[in-house]
């Protein structure tokens, strides 16, 4: 998958997120499916956190000057909402409510810094040639941390989805 693409399915992910952002009442935003699961804020704040943790393991994945020699990652898993993915600990939200102006600047925050990263790369092949180690997911090119982070928005835009569907 080439980057331009992979930057209008980052782009459309986003504006579909941030689509289901609107609208939320206060008392929405609060809503959880159970009281083990995150509520809507929460899974907004992983998702931040989440983006700003990609940007850095990418910078630090760059820094490597060898040639990764770890294949292809499929990443379609992402999407299975039958399967739970346990979040790290550094990437879990926390119990604290977020207002929804907040959420939006650093969801914008955390795309433009990612932008500003992969168009600052004078050879965006490069992130088909190195990896770094996902704390879940093991070995993994950076194209793979990339491609993860729109599949994993569309993974949580579901899971929002079925909140405010009561599903």
């Known amino acids: 998958m080439e980057l331009q693409e ?6 459309e992910t986003r504006e579909d997120l941030l ?4 609208g939320l009442s206060e008392e929405q935003l609060h809503k959880q499916k159970d009281s083990n ?11 931040i956190k989440t983006e700003e943790l990609y940007i850095a393991a990418i910078r630090r ?3 490597s000057n060898e040639d990764s020699v770890v294949g ?4 379609d898993f992402l999407l299975d909402r039958s399967k739970k993915i346990e ?3 550094i990437a879990r939200p926390s119990s604290g409510f977020i207002q929804r102006q907040e959420i939006i600047e650093k969801l914008n925050h955390s795309r433009a810094k990612l932008n500003e990263l992969l168009k600052s790369l004078e050879d965006p092949t490069v992130l088909s040639r190195r990896h770094f180690v996902h704390p879940v997911f093991k070995e993994m090119l950076l194209m793979e941390w990339v491609k993860s982070i729109y599949l994993h928005e569309q ?4 899971q929002i989805i ?3 569907d009561g599903k």
Not at 37 to 47: T, V
Not at 155 to 158: A, D, L, P
């Open 6 to 11: 992979i930057h209008l399915n980052l782009k």
């Open 19 to 22: 689509k289901t952002l609107n």
């Open 37 to 47: 699961s995150w509520s809507i804020n929460q899974i907004y704040q992983h998702l």
């Open 61 to 63: 994945g760059l820094k």
């Open 72 to 75: 292809d990652k499929a990443l």
């Open 87 to 89: 979040a790290p600990e």
């Open 155 to 158: 993974r949580h835009i579901k």
């Open 162 to 164: 079925e909140i405010i």
